[in-house]
């Protein structure tokens, strides 16, 4: 199944070269920037029956456009970007179905257990998504935080997701090495998600065409969904009509996918 996006960056939607996005903000590479507010594309879900989406603060001065895009879409869609114990409750609140997390659960390279469990013990197993984004290294896809700047000591395995599918609803990862380069996606990391993951996964990067949902959905099995971000018309590519890609998941919804 497709699932959307809105990703923001001072405010603003856009769409950005994963891994170009650092703390001074030199070499980032941007593909579009939208003259349309967040709230603009939430509605648009909204009215598409596309739940299950996600909003991306990516740094400082997001959360204005990202509480729009909530109160646009009630219940539809997850949050994320400096999700914390103080702040996640907030989000709920605001709207957002789940929160997104990753760095703040991660603390000198290692998951922090106490964090997670005040987090899951404030808010609750099924309003929790943990994004494990990552980068491959050798033979392993490897945990990365921080702007996916800082490798941690966690690869995925099918041990990895089991222990942590019994702290979270759902879990989101980015392949880090494709996202946003329209390269085409990594089906190696999506064929062992679908074997590993106990939890609904979201897998993101690379997406660059209609196919590429459709093998996503096969290698997945089905229990893999694919976000297209770089290569919708909605956020200026030419490689993924977004009215296809709405058509995909109807009928996928109506075999029963």
Known sequence: MFRPCIDLHEGVVKQIVGGTLTDTGA?????????????????????????????????????AAAGDALGAFPGGLQVGGGIQLGNAAGWLE?????????????????????????????????????????????????????????????????????????????????????????????????????????RPTTYAGGARSLADLEEVTRVGRGRVDLTIGTALDLFGGTGVRYADAVAFNARARAQGQ
């Not at 507010?37 to 959360?63: C, F, K, Q, T």
């Not at 013990?121 to 945990?143: F, N, P, T």
């Not at 996202?179 to 993951?197: F, I, M, N, P, Q």
Request: charged share 25%; with cysteine.
């Open 27 to 63: 070499g980032l590479m941007t593909h579009f920037v939208s003259t349309r507010p967040a709230s603009w594309y939430a509605d648009l879900y909204r009215r598409d029956g596309l739940a299950g989406g996600h909003v991306i603060m990516l740094g400082p001065g997001n959360e």
């Open 94 to 198: 605001a709207g957002a179905s789940h929160v997104i997390v990753t760095s703040w659960v991660f603390r000198d390279g290692r998951l922090d257990w106490d964090r997670l469990r005040a987090l899951v013990g404030a808010i609750g197993q099924k309003r929790l998504v943990l994004d494990l984004s990552c980068r491959k290294r050798g033979r392993e896809y490897v945990v990365m935080t921080d702007r996916w700047q800082h490798w941690t000591e966690m690869a995925l395995s099918p041990s990895t997701l089991k222990h942590l599918a019994a702290w979270c609803d759902e879990f989101l990862i980015h392949a880090v090495d494709v996202e946003g380069c329209c390269r085409g996606v990594d089906l190696e990391l999506v064929e062992k998600l679908a074997e590993w993951s106990p």
